[in-house]
């Protein structure tokens, strides 16, 4: 089949929202199974994911097969009308892998073995690895592909490996001379005559180990790249098998939220379900707001509805101190999840454990059993998701706003040796991010290169490496008539992390009006710069521009008198990261000057609103009751409740409204 004939995530919702969640039977006896079953239809579950780390269970021994478990959880499934996301065991090898097979273990920059005893212990590169995990999971497609209850595929877990061992050395050699065909051409690209580092073997070349002093950023820069090529290539290798075993089922690989380790981009190309573990603090005051922006950026990989393959029911086990949830806070992050897109929410894991490194890692049956709190509130939401799934599912959500992110500019700005360690691009992207969901403007994300003409505001937070086609792009986008914002240090240095002369490229230095970039001033932890119209915090530069481009001017300091913000007709640049009220008071101008409107005005603070299809959720991330104006008649799919030109929202509030 060609990717357009794909099976998509309406595959496996068939008109529902997925509600369930990883299953880990081999942990308790038979007699629990059945227990297990009973509950879940009491919750109303109609998906789990099964095997996950089972590899030692279904291979104890190298070449045995012991598929009888699942086969009897498979049946039990279907009989109880609960569908099976099947997963390849191949996070977790077997101890019997690496002891038999060491090279199939990954080494880190030191040299040093991670060995078994936990998970992801396995060398990308290597091909015992690949043979092994092609095997297992050839054996489970020929065994289940045909079996009823089977409606996804889930291929390993948390791709997060990386590998500087002698295999993955050779493996890294192979794709540098792929991509760059001499020498000459590496040699280049990574700038070697800088503390002599030029190669004349390609047998020289290694990872990015652990030298005396600093590395050479294009080297880690392509390390990175080629990681996050080799752990595709596992993912596809295993794709491909189950696909051809099943065709009609969608295949999916679970994304860590934001994770630095994986090309997302590429990475979402090339699934049928795009899904995503999201795990916020429900301590965090914005827990919210990261959760919102996770759930942005997958709903714009999958270009449409996506799945929350994770989250936690309620305390995670992983943090220096692990809060539950409070009362209500597990639905609202749910229902928040399908306003943004989800059409499957779903847990780690079902039951609660009581061994292993996870135990006090919450599920949705806790350690309290089904009379616990945790327990009651996944029953009410499941009976809800039930409730408004056939009115939600396959749902898009329009957004006149795009957030630019690419992990090859986050990964070329973080390299060591940069002008401030304070600077951190998850944090920049989560504050521009910030001042648009707290102004209660829906946004997509948008890799640089994607189309950008459907949208009336495109806002660059960071993108330190670019591209002369992303440039380009940008260019193209703003004479077309787009509104464009950008933040500092965008445009520095070009895909090779070769710092562009002047320091910004010329095209964005035109597009934005300045003349000169003289000095980056980067700011303390704590320090701040004053301009005529807010407090900046983290950075600030020394530009030289014309006149007419200027904003906002600093006051005070070595940058007295000099430009802090630009504006050239529908081009912005921001050289300072300015204070949360600032940035918002900012963008949601340039927003409104664009024509990019919020949901609704004047709602009150923390009520957050988004519009899936024809349906308008309204979501109270706040402690206390609030009542503001909504004109016309709504209808509340959640409890059947009608309001007209006034709502009330309790605690944690949420309801799903028809007009």
């Not at 794709?239 to 009609?248: K, L, M, Q, S």
């Not at 102004?439 to 591209?467: C, E, K, N, W």
Request: glycine residues 10%; proline residues 6%.
């Amino acid at each position: 089949m060609t990717a357009v004939d794909r099976p998509g995530l309406a595959d496996a919702t068939r008109g529902r929202i997925l509600f369930g969640g990883d299953y880990n039977p081999e942990q308790w006896p038979e007699e629990t199974w059945h227990e297990d079953v009973r509950l879940m239809r009491d919750a109303g579950v109609n998906s789990v994911t099964l095997g996950v780390f089972s590899w030692s269970r279904l291979e104890p021994e190298p070449g045995a097969r012991e598929f009888g478990w699942l086969d009897t959880l498979m049946d039990l499934m279907h009989a109880n009308g609960i569908g099976v996301v099947l997963a390849t065991p191949t996070s977790a090898p077997p101890p019997w892998l690496g002891r038999l097979h060491p090279d199939t273990l990954p080494r880190d920059e030191n040299g040093d073995v991670e060995w078994w005893g936990g998970r992801q212990h396995f060398s990308h590169s290597s091909a015992t690895y690949r043979r092994h995990a092609a095997a297992i999971t050839e054996d489970l497609a020929a065994r289940y592909g045909g079996h009823p209850a089977l409606t996804m595929w889930h291929i390993n877990n948390e791709y997060c490996t990386a590998d500087h061992g002698d295999e993955a050395a050779a493996a890294f050699r192979r794709w540098l001379r792929e991509k760059y065909g001499t020498l000459d051409a590496l040699n280049t690209a990574w700038g070697t005559d800088f503390w002599s580092q030029g190669y004349d073997s390609w047998d020289t070349v290694l990872p990015a180990r652990r030298p005396h002093y600093l590395k050479n950023p294009g080297q880690v820069l392509d390390f990175r790249r080629f990681t996050s090529d080799m752990l595709l290539e596992c993912y596809l290798a295993e794709r491909d098998i189950v696909a051809r075993h099943t065709p009609h089922i969608p295949v999916t690989t679970n994304f860590m939220p934001l994770f630095f380790g994986q090309d997302a981009w590429r990475w979402a190309e090339e699934e049928d379900v795009v899904s995503v573990d999201l795990y916020p603090d429900p301590r965090d005051p914005l827990g919210a707001q990261h959760g919102a922006l996770v759930q942005d950026l997958t709903r714009s990989q999958a270009r449409g509805p996506w799945m929350l393959m994770e989250q936690a029911a309620g305390p995670v086990n992983w943090r220096g101190v692990n809060h539950p949830k409070p009362r209500g806070l597990n639905r609202l992050w749910s229902l928040q999840a399908v306003a943004r897109g989800a059409d499957a929410v779903c847990y780690f894991q079902w039951r609660q454990s009581r061994q292993g490194a996870e135990k006090f890692h919450s599920g949705m049956v806790s350690h309290a059993g089904e009379r616990g709190r945790t327990f009651q509130e996944v029953k009410q939401l499941g009976a809800e998701l039930a409730r408004i799934g056939p009115e939600v599912t396959d749902g898009h959500i329009q957004a006149d706003v795009a957030i630019l992110h690419d992990w090859h500019a986050w990964w070329a700005g973080a390299q060591d040796g940069r002008p401030s360690t304070h600077v951190d691009h998850p944090a920049v992207l989560h504050a521009w991010h910030r001042a648009l969901w707290e102004s209660r403007i829906t946004t997509d994300f948008a890799h640089p290169g994607h189309d950008l003409t459907g949208y009336r505001l495109v806002v660059v937070p960071q993108l330190y490496a670019m591209r002369d086609a992303a440039i380009d792009n940008l260019l193209a986008y703003v004479r077309g008539g787009g509104t464009l914002v950008a933040g500092f240090l965008t445009g520095v240095a070009d895909e090779d992390d070769r710092v562009r002369p002047g320091g910004m490229d010329a095209r964005l230095r035109e597009l934005f009006g300045i003349r000169t970039l003289h000095e980056w001033w980067p700011l303390e932890a704590g320090e701040h710069v004053e301009t005529d119209g807010f407090r900046g915090t983290l950075w600030s530069e020394e530009l030289e521009t014309a006149p007419d481009a200027v904003e906002a001017v600093y006051k005070g300091g070595e940058l007295d008198g000099l430009p802090a913000v630009l504006r050239n007709d529908r081009a912005w640049y921001v050289s300072t990261l300015p204070e949360p009220a600032a940035l918002r008071a900012l963008l949601a101008r340039v927003a409104a000057d664009a024509g990019a409107r919020p949901v609704l005005e004047g709602l009150p603070p923390h009520v957050e609103a988004v519009r899936r299809g024809e349906l308008l959720f309204l979501l109270h991330h706040g402690r206390e009751p609030v009542t503001f104006d909504l004109p016309g008649a709504h209808h509340d799919l959640l409890t059947g409740t009608r309001f007209t030109d006034e709502i009330t929202l309790g605690r944690y509030g949420v309801v799903v409204l028809r007009s």
